[in-house]
């Protein structure tokens, strides 16, 4: 029951997420991150689990986040050499380092609830 409640709101999420993204230069990239996400969390609604296709999408968005933690003006930059101001004052990235902090979140954010849904749905 928790297990549903919990992919309820992560599918929902997920779909605002990518309906957010619709308008930015690299929707053909984050549209489908998020509705792989999304998708995968409906269908576990009626507990109905894809556990290669969790392992697969996990894989690639932890690589994705990776290159972003160390990619010039990524999250590396954004703790060592700006300090970590806010990431949320404003939904502008008016900051080099804003946009591709955010994104490493958000991939964070999905890989957590894809590995939820593999290792407790799934066993």
Do not use: H
């Amino acid at each position: 029951m928790l297990l549903s409640i919990l992919n309820s709101v992560f599918c929902i999420a997920f779909i605002l997420f990518a309906y957010v993204n619709l308008n930015d230069n690299d929707s053909w990239l984050w549209v489908p991150i998020y509705m792989v996400a999304s998708i995968c969390c409906g269908f576990a609604i009626f507990n109905v689990f894809y556990p290669r296709i969790y392992l697969g999408a996990i894989s690639f968005y932890l690589i994705y986040a990776i290159i972003l933690f160390f990619a010039k003006d990524g999250v590396r930059d954004w703790i060592l050499k700006y300090r970590r101001p806010s990431l949320v004052e404003s939904m502008q990235a008016t900051k080099p380092y804003i946009e591709k902090t955010r994104e490493f979140f958000g991939l964070l954010i999905i890989s957590a609830a894809l590995a939820i849904n593999y290792f407790v749905g799934v066993n």
